[in-house]
């Protein structure tokens, strides 16, 4: 058995570098597809203060570990050598990839609801890269824009239907589990992640929140210190996603004004322009339903 873990996790590594080579940001996952390390965190005396998303510079905060720097990957399953499958993280640059997870649950035909809703709103699955789960499900891997971002959802869009949007990972053809081995569908190897629908991408992305007024705006605080932070610490590959994570978040709670700046002035630290910085944070007010 401990040979064939040691085979499985040298196997994973090679398909995450792989992965890595084509852009693809990875970590790596246990048997039970879940993100193989631990968090640093899981013993700290204040659980429910502001949550780490890597900031502190160390491993197990799941798919903000995600990289494409193989010296990075190959650290991260070093670190975790009992891992044997890999995920790769969506919504990150260059593809700002969407999965649509077609699940097997019994009572439902995620295929049939997936043609259903393409009838429907007039849309059509394009040729992509599809991966075959242990369980006979599929995963569809489309790619969207640059300034939208997908949230994760089950059963959604529709019952057996579940997405994998940003903060959310795929699990990766060649990654072995406890239920058998993911693997990409014979004739999309050779083929790249295609772009989601328009009419689809519309029906994934929630409909913006009206607008809330804040008498007494909050100030910035500790929170808002943590948003700037969090964008700060962005690796490459992950800036422009992780600023308008944090500017969503800054809107939701009544700071997304006050803190424009501060997240700008982060946003150049990590080699965005002024250009880009201000868009995506003007992109995340609209989204949040305010005026940027």
């Not at 197990?60 to 975790?80: C, K, M, Q, T, W």
């Not at 499958?85 to 035909?109: F, M, Q």
């Not at 072995?176 to 569908?185: L, N, P, Q």
Request: contains cysteine; proline residues 11%; positive net charge.
């Amino acid at each position: 058995m401990a040979y064939t873990d040691r085979q499985a996790t040298t196997l994973a590594l090679a398909h995450a570098l792989s992965a890595a080579e084509r852009g693809l940001a990875v970590i790596p996952l246990s048997r039970t597809k879940l993100p193989a390390l631990r968090s640093p965190h899981r013993d700290d005396p204040d659980p429910a203060g502001p949550r780490c998303h890597g900031e502190c510079g160390r491993f197990g905060h799941g798919v903000y570990d995600a990289s494409a720097d193989p010296i990075r990957i190959r650290e991260l399953f070093a670190a975790a050598p009992w891992a044997t499958g890999y995920g790769i993280a969506c919504g990150l640059p260059p593809y700002h990839l969407i999965g649509v997870d077609l699940d097997t649950k019994s009572g439902t035909n995620s295929s049939t609801a997936l043609r259903e809703l393409a009838l429907r709103h007039l849309f059509t699955i394009p040729e992509t890269v599809v991966v075959r789960t242990p369980s006979g499900g599929r995963h569809l891997w489309l790619t969207g824009p640059p300034d939208v971002v997908v949230p994760n959802s089950a059963g959604r869009l529709a019952p057996g239907i579940d997405i994998r949007g940003a903060g959310g990972y795929l699990v990766g053809p060649g990654s072995r589990t406890d239920h058998g081995v993911y693997t990409t569908a014979p004739g999309t190897t050779h083929l790249a992640p295609a772009p989601c629908p328009p009419s689809l991408l519309r029906l994934l992305v929630p409909p913006p929140r009206p607008p809330h007024a804040h008498p007494n705006p909050p100030v910035p605080g500790d929170h808002g210190r943590g948003l700037v932070q969090f964008v700060l610490s962005a690796h490459e590959g992950q800036r422009n996603t992780r600023l308008f994570w944090a500017a969503c978040r800054a809107y939701e709670n009544g700071i997304g004004a006050a803190l424009a700046d501060p997240l700008t002035e982060a946003a150049l630290g990590t080699g965005l322009s002024e250009h880009e910085a201000r868009a995506t944070i003007a992109s995340a007010a609209r989204m949040t339903g305010h005026q940027p």
